[in-house]
């Protein structure tokens, strides 16, 4: 369970970098909230808005992101 809310902690501050989605950072769920800001960045990307982010889309973000900050 840990692990599962790292990962959810990890993708929404990452999406609050690249989008600025403005998603709570004491929630690690994925939440309508999150699918919106998932959707958002597919976008951006130019990538299906399913709002689920897969693998390969989670590296793109973390590049991104790195690169903002």
Known sequence: M???????RIL???LNVVVNAGLPK????YEP??????QKFQA?????QTG???R?????????A???V
Do not use: C, G, N, W
Request: avoid cysteine; glycine fraction near 0%.
């Open 12 to 14: 929404q501050y990452e």
């Open 44 to 48: 951006l990307i130019r990538a299906p």
């Open 56 to 64: 390969e889309q989670r590296i793109i973000l973390d590049d991104l």
């Open 26 to 29: 004491d929630q690690p769920f």
């Open 52 to 54: 689920v982010a897969t």
């Open 2 to 8: 840990a692990k599962a809310e790292e990962v959810m």
């Open 66 to 68: 790195k690169s903002k």
């Open 33 to 38: 909230k999150t699918v919106t800001a998932v």
